[in-house]
């Protein structure tokens, strides 16, 4: 019988269908924690949803979600609404990075990068912390002022998945390092 500090609860694992986010989503179920998974691969999702769910016993829910996309963090705040979940652990380990020299690379491609690595973040974690915040403090909380209300949840817990080998100052890896840095 599963009993981490996580069992009965739920968290939101973005970036999950590969790498350290399936191992993250793995250790949650294995305490006990039940699941909201995203990444862009949903044929991935849908495999860890069933294995972990076979092995473990907790409720997955699935969302396949491209965090490049700006209304993503909105989509996946909407589909926790939706089905009544409130998120306990969010862990956005969710993460793109570009090599090269930044002169030759692709506007676009740098921004959704961006996107991904800091305002998806940022929005996951606004709209996660103050959904538990405004429900338990109605009276305290003024009303959501659209997606980039900022809250404050007590008993809520954020994880940021970094890099094991950052580089503090690395040549061409500009936005990386500065995302690095910022977050």
């Known amino acids: ?4 500090p996580w069992c009965g609860k739920w968290a939101l694992v973005t970036g999950a269908s590969s790498g350290i986010g399936a191992a993250l989503a793995e250790e949650l179920a294995a305490g006990g924690a039940h699941l909201v ?3 862009r691969r949903a044929r991935r999702l849908a495999t860890l949803r069933t294995r972990l769910r076979a092995s473990h016993g907790v409720r997955i829910k699935v969302l396949a979600a491209d965090l490049a996309q700006p209304n993503t963090p909105a989509e996946i705040f909407a589909f926790t609404q939706e089905r009544s979940i409130a998120v306990d652990l969010l862990v956005n380990n969710a993460g793109v990075g570009s090599y090269g020299e ?3 690379s692709d506007l676009g491609r740098e921004l959704g990068i961006i996107h991904v690595n800091c305002s998806a973040l940022v929005r996951l974690t ?3 912390t103050f959904d538990r915040y405004a429900s338990e ?3 305290h909380c003024p009303a959501p002022r659209g997606d980039d209300h900022i809250g ?5 817990t954020g994880v940021m998945r970094s890099d094991i080998g950052c580089r503090p100052a690395a040549p061409y890896w500009t936005l ?7 977050m």
């Open 102 to 104: 930044f002169r030759a």
């Open 176 to 182: 990386h390092q500065g995302r690095k840095t910022a």
């Open 1 to 4: 019988m599963a009993n981490g």
């Open 152 to 156: 404050g949840r007590k008993d809520f």
């Open 37 to 39: 998974l995203t990444a």
């Open 126 to 128: 606004c709209r996660t």
């Open 137 to 139: 403090h109605r009276q």
